[in-house]
């Protein structure tokens, strides 16, 4: 970034829940922050398409970063080989994503291969758009990335693509040496607190989660970083209750 602003603002696992993504927004100061999407804009909640639009508008306009979460993989492999992945990425909330972006009851109405190209040929650019979304984001001493790095490679810039969007426990609790703190989603804080109900953010060993599980009836959390540290946590809850699969 050729003009470094004096803010990060992070904004954790959106999972089609708009009216949250637009709340947090309020709080988005363009001039002095740059905005970090940290993946998982999609499935699960009813707007994905809109989550993934305004997303894509805000890299667009602002030059937010919007890093590749593993909802946006399964989104991808989907459009890739629609028959191999249809039934796993539907149960995961893919059924949620699919319906937004062509109709209610898509799913059942057409084949999965239909169903891909259907979505390529109505939302191209939005493809090509997901295509290119980076994994990892540097920012001063703070690295941010979807899920986490591989804490055993001497450089962590050596992680497999698939664990930037995938590892859970192995980062978790593995020893953090890479110097950075390391800012990251796709495992929900009431996991990483262990009682399943503690949707505050987690903290342990220059690690923060920010995944408040919003999509499970947790929260979702901004949290606007300086250089030195946290300036603000902004958490809003779910109050429309946790997700539960339609079929």
Known sequence: MNNMKSYIYVISDIHGQLDLFQKLLEDFDPI??????????????????????????LVEKYDAIYLRGNHEEYFLQFLHAPEDWMPGYVRNGGKETIDSLLHSGATEEYSPTEI????????????????????SFEWGKY???????????KNWQETDPRDFIWIREAFHTGKNTTGKVIVFGH????????????????????????????????????????????????????MSGPWRPDF
């Open 143 to 153: 690295l941010f990335v979807h899920a986490g790095v591989d804490l055993t490679k």
């Open 32 to 57: 002095n922050h740059q905005l970090v999407l940290i993946g998982d804009l999609n499935d699960r909640g009813k707007k994905s398409k809109e989550c993934f639009l305004l997303g894509q508008s």
């Open 116 to 135: 891909a190209m259907m979505i390529r040929s109505r939302y191209k650019e939005l493809v090509d758009f997901l295509m290119d979304r980076p994994l």
């Open 187 to 238: 495992t929900i804080t009431p996991m990483l607190h262990g009682d399943m109900q503690t949707t505050d953010l987690w903290l342990s060993d220059n690690k923060i989660g920010i995944d408040g599980g919003a999509v499970f009836g947790g929260s979702v959390h901004g949290v606007i970083f300086d250089q030195k540290g946290i300036v603000q946590d902004i958490e809003y809850q779910n």
